[in-house]
């Protein structure tokens, strides 16, 4: 597995909290010829991939294709997995399907995927079943005992609970101040 720059996490991390999965807006501090290296690199190793850009959402384009279409970029099965967090399993589109322009048929294909009702497995070894074993241990976990754990930045630890464990798992996240430790989180032992 590649080694992944704090850029590259920052961008993946941002997409794990959107729905969609969606990659932009990048970073501010990423513009111009730099925007174009660290994406042209991701979508190399194939974390990130070109989609068609839904301008009736409001989508941000990533880049025109010249027939007065964009494509934006959405983050992969596999730079999730990067990042730690666990894949939908709905969505299991093969990579580069959706770099051309969508037919009807792959509409309503899509429609009925996202009907389906999305079942996670959580997969022990994982850096995020390490984040729900501690927040279910008795004594909580603080942001900095994450961090140790898991090798992550402080940015994706609260990004991983409130993006994946919130919104995608479902799970009520609580924390308290405990003196002498900080903030502790905590979830409900299973």
């Given at each position: 597995m590649s080694k992944l720059?704090?850029?590259?996490t920052i961008i993946l991390s941002?997409?794990?909290?959107?729905?969609?999965?969606?990659?932009?807006?990048?970073?501010?501090?990423?513009?111009g010829g730099a925007a174009a290296k660290v994406v042209s690199a991701m979508l190399a190793k194939g974390f990130l991939e070109e989609v068609d850009a839904d301008m009736r959402k409001g989508d941000l384009v990533w880049r025109e294709t010249g027939d007065a279409h964009g494509v934006t970029l959405?983050?992969?099965d596999a730079g999730l997995a990067a990042i730690g967090i666990e894949p939908d399993d709905a969505n299991t589109a093969p990579a580069g399907?959706?770099?051309?322009?969508?037919?009807?048929p792959a509409q309503d294909a899509l429609t009925e995927t996202e009907a389906a009702p999305k079942v996670?497995?959580?997969?022990?070894?994982?850096k995020q079943a390490t984040l729900i074993a501690m927040l279910r241990a008795p004594d909580g976990a603080t942001i900095e005992d994450i961090m140790a754990a898991t090798g992550w930045q402080s940015h994706t630890v609260r990004g991983a609970m409130a993006g994946t464990l919130?919104?995608?798992l479902g799970l009520e996240v609580t924390?308290?101040?405990v003196e002498g430790?900080?903030?502790?989180?905590?979830?409900?032992?299973s």
């Open positions: 720059s704090d850029t590259q941002r997409a794990a909290q959107n729905g969609d999965h969606i990659a932009l807006p990048l970073p501010d501090n990423l513009r959405a983050a992969t399907t959706t770099n051309a322009p969508t037919e009807e996670r497995t959580l997969r022990e070894g994982t919130k919104k995608k924390s308290e101040k430790r900080g903030r502790v989180y905590r979830l409900p032992a």
